[in-house]
């Protein structure tokens, strides 16, 4: 890239950086080191702000490079990660939303320990949101340095190296000082922005087309070099049964593994009512929806205007598919107009991935602080000792985020967080649903339904083709792969239903049936909700 797109680029970075600095710096000072606070920012959002919020955190740098990136390259099957995205809001809505903002308090962890014993459960589900969040963050990690190594023209590592350490120390300072009251408000200002330049890159491409989808489409199939092909089902998923069911793997992850986020979760914490939880999610269906639909015109736009050639030889996996549409739509390199859009799409990109990691990285800390911390600590940890240890682990997550970056860099970044959202339905869902509507499931079911769930798809990935055995593994020069799928949802989803009920049929524990109908009556009427 030329010297006016890097500087016009980092000058509207910095910017950006330096108001959400400021916010950070305002709300630092008129905290009172609450727990509340810190975790749920005092409760005080509206659902249309806590609507933009997890907007915000939903809408990453896996949607806003990867997605497209993927449609651009793999035209019809790209959109699998569109549909699985959107449709998992239906999940949250109907299931999970107005239920855990009544029966928690700030993590997953406080709605299965309302009726069950408090030790093992808070350890069991801390370590997989950590985990969980972990590999989120590594997908944004991977964003932040394809970005850099397209605007700088470099491709070194020590390029991206210091990019991805920029990224993490910049969350780190967001979540220490401000809390979720300042990483909400960095949420909302980052969902307007990036709605904002999503808007106008499709209205750019719609012009370029004279609002011809037809004429889009077909473009796109002639450039990519697969003619009609591109255009159905297959070109990724098609290639012999393994691929289908990784097809089926997939979509199952990210339908299922949504109500599983843990940094999505702790967003219905901040807003005052369930009531206002559901509106929330309402308000984020809309904004989603609609952020999605216009990615499918972008990615379709890049295989017709840029190619997928020029995308894959800029990034194998296209990551920077967006940015190199805007350059082009601009007017091309060179030209004023081609500056200036890359740089704004550049610089949004850049506040999607550093929003999202706060937001992740705030989740995260939490677990450590409020579920594993004060699970194993006695006398059990007050609120602002709390506070500190999620302070202090925000910094060893963002070390360990960096490393894993670093080592995932080639990754396409919507693949990086399907493999979240596995873990996520795999661990988390299958003991949050059994709590809230089963009404025999005792300690031991919710312990073996998270582990039987994370340990399998953790082991399932590091013996799938991700990790080893072929040219795009993590590790292209050995070989232990034994699982043929990328995505292990499949199976490990199914295991963490399995291992949660042969749990609790095993179990001499008696379930607790008082305790069960309070959480019941709280879950559904919200009396004695905090």
């Not at 950070?24 to 933009?52: C, D, I, K, Q």
């Not at 330049?197 to 370029?208: E, H, I, Q, W, Y």
């Not at 972008?298 to 017709?304: H, I, R, S, T, Y």
């Not at 999202?356 to 677990?367: F, H, M, P, R």
Request: charged share 10%.
């Amino acid at each position: 890239m030329t010297g006016q797109h890097q500087t016009l680029a980092l000058l509207l970075f910095s910017v950006f950086v330096a108001v959400t600095l400021g916010i950070t710096t305002w709300v630092s000072r008129r905290r009172h080191g609450s727990a509340e606070e810190f975790y749920a920012g005092g409760r005080l959002f509206s659902p249309m702000e806590n609507g933009f919020a997890i907007s915000g955190d939903y809408m990453s740098a896996a949607s806003f490079l990867g997605v497209t990136g993927l449609i651009a390259l793999f035209g019809y099957d790209g959109l699998l990660y569109v549909v699985g995205f959107l449709v998992a809001w239906l999940v949250v809505l109907f299931l999970v939303a107005e239920l855990v903002r009544n029966c928690g308090r700030f993590t997953l962890a406080d709605v299965i320990a309302a009726r069950m014993r408090e030790r093992p459960v808070r350890i069991a589900v801390g370590t997989s949101s950590v985990t969980v969040s972990v590999l989120y963050l590594v997908a944004q990690m991977v964003g932040a340095g394809s970005l850099v190594a397209l605007l700088l023209g470099r491709t070194s590592q020590a390029a991206q190296a210091w990019t991805v350490i920029g990224v993490g120390a910049l969350m780190v300072i967001y979540v220490s000082l401000g809390g979720m009251r300042a990483t909400t408000w960095i949420q909302i200002v980052k969902a307007v922005l990036l709605l904002s330049g999503t808007v106008v890159l499709t209205v750019l491409v719609l012009l370029r087309f004279h609002g011809d989808i037809d004429r889009l489409l077909l473009t796109a199939a002639e450039r990519s070099g697969h003619g009609r092909a591109f255009l159905v089902p297959g070109l990724k998923y098609g290639g012999g049964w393994s691929a289908r069911l990784d097809f089926i793997s997939l979509g199952l992850a990210l339908v299922l593994g949504t109500a599983g986020l843990p940094h999505i979760l702790s967003r219905f914490y901040t807003v005052p009512t369930a009531r206002a939880a559901r509106r929330s999610v309402v308000w984020s269906i809309g904004l989603i929806g609609g952020f999605y639909l216009m990615t499918i015109v972008l990615g379709f736009g890049a295989a017709a205007v840029v190619g997928p050639d020029v995308v894959r030889a800029s990034n194998a996996s296209g990551n920077t598919a967006v940015p190199l549409l805007a350059l082009d739509l601009g007017g091309g390199a060179g030209s004023t107009g081609g500056t200036v859009l890359f740089a704004v799409v550049a610089a949004v990109a850049f506040a999607t991935i550093l929003a999202v990691v706060a937001g992740i990285t705030l989740a995260s800390s939490a677990s450590v602080a409020h579920d594993l911390y004060a699970s194993l600590r006695r006398p059990r940890a007050r609120p602002r000792s709390e506070v500190a240890v999620a302070r202090t682990a925000a910094v060893g997550i963002g070390v360990a985020a960096i490393a894993l970056g670093l080592l995932a860099r080639d990754l396409n970044t919507a693949f990086l967080v399907g493999l979240a959202f596995a873990v996520a339905a795999s661990a988390n869902l299958p003991v949050l649903l059994y709590s809230l509507f089963w009404r025999g499931f005792t300690t031991r079911g919710a312990v073996w339904a998270v582990y039987g769930g994370l340990v399998p798809a953790l082991g399932l990935v590091v013996l799938s083709p991700v990790v080893s055995g072929s040219p795009g593994s993590l590790f292209p020069g050995v070989d232990f792969q034994y699982f043929p799928l990328q995505n292990p949802g499949i199976v490990s989803i199914p295991l963490g239903f399995l291992a949660g009920w042969l749990g609790t049929v095993t179990s001499d524990e008696v379930p607790d049936e008082g305790r069960h109908a309070e959480t019941e009556v709280r879950s559904l009427t919200g009396a004695g909700a905090v």
